[in-house]
Structures are given as C-alpha cells and as structure tokens.
C-alpha cells in the first residue's frame, strides 16, 4: 500500500495502535503456567475491544488470532495448549484489519530472566531494526534495510533466517515489496515515499533456514537453537519513517 491521504494515514496509525495495545496485554500477561491459547484469548479480547480482527485468520483462515510461537519455533505458532515456562523464549506476533487497514508487529522476549544469550540475540534483532530504521528514506535502495540487519547480524554472530521475509502491509497482511532483509548488492528495487511496510528479521544461532511442521503453520529452527524477531509496521517518508505500531 501506498499512504494517499492524511486519512490513509490516521486508518494504519489506528490498526497500528490496536496490535500494540493487543500485544502489550498478552505480553504482561505471559508468566509460567498460563498457556498460549489462553494468551491468544486475551489478544481476542483486546482486538474486539478496538474494532479489529485478526488478519491472519481474515486472510489465511489461521487456526487462532494471534501467532505464538515458542523457543525453536521462529514464527506462525499455533496457539494451543501448550503451557510456559520459566526460561521460555516466545515470540507474540500479532496483525489485525480495523476499518479496511492492516498493520502487523511481533516481538520475542523471556519469561523470567533471559540466559545471556537469549538477551543478546533479542536485543541484537531490536537494534538490527532500529538500524534498518535510521537508513530508510524515500528514494534510497530497498537493500539499505538489508545492508543495516546484516552489519548487525554479522557484528553479534547470529544468522538471518533466509526464507522468512519482511513485506509490504496497509490493505492487506502481505503486500509487495517482499524480501529478505539480507544484504542484497543486486537488489533494484527503491523505497518509495508513502510505501507502508514492514521490517522483521529473524535472527538465528542455528542454520539460516526454518522447517514447516506437520500442523502445516509452525516455522522451526533445529531444536535448542535460538531464534528471535522483532517487527514494526512503518511508512516510509522523505525523512525518518513514521512507525505504525510503536
């Protein structure tokens, strides 16, 4: 999508402020013993609460609202019965459609004290974005978002999982341009003033590849490895970019 208006704009900044208010409660709500489903249930609540609806239900018929996914599961995780632990790294991404506009986050954090390498992989993904971030202005190659997540990636020692892409977002949940956001010296592609966004790498100790499981949804990297994402939903401006789920 690209932002036309000032109302484009109040639209995804209202859709982006219902998954951050959504994932907040989730996320104070995530401590040892409560399940995933019951997680899922709060977000269920606090999106009905703002309008909204689940987009990956709305547009893939995702079996639960949000996505949760924990340790070596790096994305698309079926909420269910599954109940944390102390020391669990999960990962809570959530993206809802309010009044025809789609924004979408996701963050993975610990549940208790993070062991250090699960907070230096989590905290290397977030500045991995705000890097990404820094570099983004209208005009400028697709891959400056690639150039920043790899310098940060390489620098710490974590892969950047290779088919799990960060996309185009506004109208529907996946837009173009999709890509990987790896250093790409090939890549062609330019931002363009207005163009609404994602940024989410996911970082990995393990190899650069997830698995589908046989729920035919849950992304995996190789048990006991580490694999942490961290997403913002974005317009691109002249300027610094304006963050939709901040």
């Known amino acids: 999508m690209t932002v036309d208006s000032d109302k484009d704009v109040a639209g995804l900044m209202a859709a982006g402020q219902a998954v951050r208010r959504a994932f907040e409660k989730m996320q104070r709500a995530a401590k040892p013993g409560v399940s995933t489903a019951e997680l899922d249930a709060i977000g269920a609540q606090a999106l009905a609460a703002a309008g909204a609806r689940s987009a990956p239900q709305h547009f893939y018929e995702f079996p639960g609202v949000t996505c949760i996914s924990v340790n070596e599961e790096a994305a698309h995780g079926i909420p269910g019965d599954r109940v944390l632990r102390l020391g669990d790294m999960i990962n809570i991404d959530v993206s809802a459609v309010l009044d025809g506009y789609v924004a979408d986050m996701g963050e993975s954090f610990v549940i208790g004290p993070a062991r250090p390498e699960q907070a230096k992989i989590i905290q290397s993904v977030?500045?991995?974005?705000?890097?990404?971030?820094?570099?983004?202005?209208?005009?400028?190659?697709?891959?400056?978002?690639?150039?920043?997540?790899?310098?940060?990636?390489?620098?710490?020692?974590?892969?950047?999982?290779?088919?799990?892409?960060?996309?185009?977002?506004?109208?529907?949940?996946h837009e173009a341009p999709s890509y990987v956001p790896v250093d790409n010296p090939t890549e062609r592609r330019r931002l363009e003033n207005g163009m609404v966004m994602?940024?989410?790498?996911?970082?990995?100790?393990?190899?650069?590849?997830?698995?589908?499981?046989?729920?035919?949804?849950?992304?995996?990297?190789?048990?006991?490895?580490?694999?942490?994402?961290?997403e913002q939903t974005l317009i691109v401006t002249d300027r610094m970019p304006v963050l939709v789920t901040a």
């Open 126 to 173: 977030r500045a991995a974005v705000r890097a990404a971030l820094a570099r983004v202005r209208a005009g400028r190659s697709l891959n400056v978002i690639g150039k920043a997540v790899q310098k940060v990636a390489d620098r710490a020692g974590f892969n950047i999982i290779a088919n799990l892409g960060s996309h185009g977002v506004g109208r529907s949940i």
């Open 198 to 230: 994602t940024i989410e790498p996911f970082f990995t100790t393990g190899p650069a590849w997830v698995e589908q499981q046989a729920d035919g949804w849950t992304l995996c990297v190789p048990k006991g490895e580490l694999v942490a994402q961290y």
